[in-house]
């Protein structure tokens, strides 16, 4: 009889130790990214922003007449739509040379295949800084998620993962070229390479800052009358 109770204990025992695995390693989503929790401890909602502007404004796109309401995802890299009638929310496909240009700022966002900073070929949106006919100026806006982490300690508190801006990155596309990451003065010359010396004459007679984006409009602008 001892030993049949022993037993009974030792079942129980396995038993809440397995439930136990199994809740500590159930995965908990929290601003769109799944996040483990680890020794039991509570994971901590997602702080910060996946937008350039939290708020949905008004827009048309080029194919279309009719506003809209959008907000830049720069975490995942797409539009989201809100219809307050319908009161949902939803993804815009993207739709080759379909920009969309927002109401008050005159800003305007296109799908195009560009070369990013490792020089792989990739797709998605690109902010217009410079539209010339030879010349065209863009920026990549990103925003990356920051690891939280639990403590390991009494001693050490959680940290929350968080949404952060990412510097912004420029794009240029020459003629029928591709569109290729520069960063700085030299390698915007470079792939302008025939005249390379005029340019970066100008930039620095100009005093040009290549991450302001009334700066860029100037170059891209004096790059087109060059060439």
């Known amino acids: 009889m001892e030993r049949l109770k022993l037993f009974g204990i030792a ?3 396995l038993a809440s130790f397995s439930v136990s695995a199994q809740i500590n390693q159930t995965p908990v989503y929290a601003g769109g990214s799944q996040i483990s929790s680890v020794g039991g401890e509570k994971a901590l909602a ?20 009719k506003v809209i309401l959008v907000r830049y995802n720069a975490y995942s890299d797409h539009f989201e739509m809100n219809n307050p009638q319908e009161q949902s929310v939803r993804a815009l496909p993207k739709i080759d040379n379909v920009s969309i240009t927002f109401s008050h700022n005159g800003e305007v966002y296109v799908p195009v295949d560009y070369k990013n900073d490792k020089g792989e070929s990739t797709n998605g949106y690109l902010n217009v800084i410079s539209d010339n006919p030879k010349v065209k100026i863009y920026k990549r806006e990103r925003v990356y998620l920051q690891q939280g982490s639990t403590p390991s300690n009494s001693y050490q508190t959680a940290k929350a993962p968080t949404y952060k801006r990412a510097a912004d990155e420029f794009y240029v596309k020459v003629g029928d070229g591709e ?15 025939a005249k390379s010396k005029e340019i970066l004459d100008f930039i620095k007679t100009s005093k040009l800052n290549l991450e302001n984006a009334t700066d ?10 060059i060439l």
């Open 179 to 193: 569109i290729t990451y520069f960063d700085g003065k030299k390698d915007f010359a470079k792939l302008v390479s």
């Open 11 to 13: 079942l129980i025992g």
């Open 216 to 225: 860029l409009q100037k170059l891209g602008q004096y790059t087109n009358s």
């Open 46 to 65: 997602t702080t910060g922003s996946m937008y350039t502007n939290d708020k949905y404004m008004p827009a048309k796109l080029s194919n279309n007449d």
